[in-house]
Every structure is written in structure tokens, then in C-alpha cells.
């Protein structure tokens, strides 16, 4: 990876690196949760979101045009690839942990939301 990279996009790379610490550490025990449903798909769902929200606020910090293809490699295939990775790193690199197909599902959800929804409105505020 080129030094330029961890320069230009310095808060995308430390939030990959905390998604990945996160779906690999054991999960503490932890006190009773208020009741809430599939809370641990809105856990993805959020992470997942927030990293492509990252990125695209960098890149668009970054860059005065948008290759489309470039942005879309790096904002939305490598979050929901990631995803993926973790769910299989979970499932056959842990003993702690488990990899769920509806937990990649919500993952891929909160990018793709996140990509409909957030890049148009921080084109604006950043192109302001």
C-alpha cells in the first residue's frame, strides 16, 4: 500500500482497522441490553454505513472529480468485501466469535444506504 494512501485517507484506514479489531476480539460479558431487535445486525448495519460514509467524505475531500469506478472500488465493493472477510475470518479463525450470513447481509445494506443517501448530500457540503 502506497504511503500516499494512509496520508490521504488516514480516518477510512483507522476505521477499517477498528471494524476488524472489533469482529475479531472476544465479546465481553456484558449487563442486559434494553430489549432491542437484531441488535447486533444494527451494529453492522452502522459500522459498515459509517466506513462507507468515510470514505466518501475523504475522497471527495481529496479529489475535484469523481472517477466513478475508482470511488466505487473503494467506498463500496472493499466495505461489503470486507464484510464478507470478517464473517469468514469470525467463523474459521476464532472460537469466540461466529459468522453469520444475515450479519454480511446487514453489512451490505448499511453500505449501500449509505451510498444512496449520504453522497449527494456531502458532495454539496463539501464542493460549498
Not at 6 to 35: C, G, N, W
Not at 98 to 112: I, K, N, P, Y
Request: proline share 5%.
Amino acid at each position: 500500500m502506497k504511503a500516499s494512501y494512509l496520508k490521504r485517507y488516514p480516518l477510512s484506514h483507522f476505521v477499517t482497522a477498528v471494524i476488524i479489531i472489533l469482529s475479531l476480539a472476544p465479546i465481553p460479558e456484558m449487563p442486559q441490553l434494553p430489549d432491542v431487535k437484531l441488535l447486533d445486525k444494527w451494529a453492522h448495519f452502522v459500522m459498515y454505513g459509517g466506513l462507507c460514509l468515510v470514505i466518501w467524505w475523504e475522497y471527495l475531500r481529496q479529489h475535484r472529480t469523481t472517477d466513478w469506478q475508482r470511488a466505487f472500488t473503494g467506498a463500496v465493493l472493499m466495505p461489503i468485501v470486507l464484510g464478507g472477510l470478517m464473517e469468514l475470518g469470525q467463523a474459521y479463525l476464532t472460537t469466540c466469535r461466529s459468522g453469520e450470513w444475515l450479519d454480511f447481509v446487514a453489512d451490505s445494506v448499511g453500505v449501500l444506504l449509505a451510498l444512496a443517501l449520504a453522497y449527494p448530500l456531502l458532495k454539496k457540503i463539501i464542493r460549498r
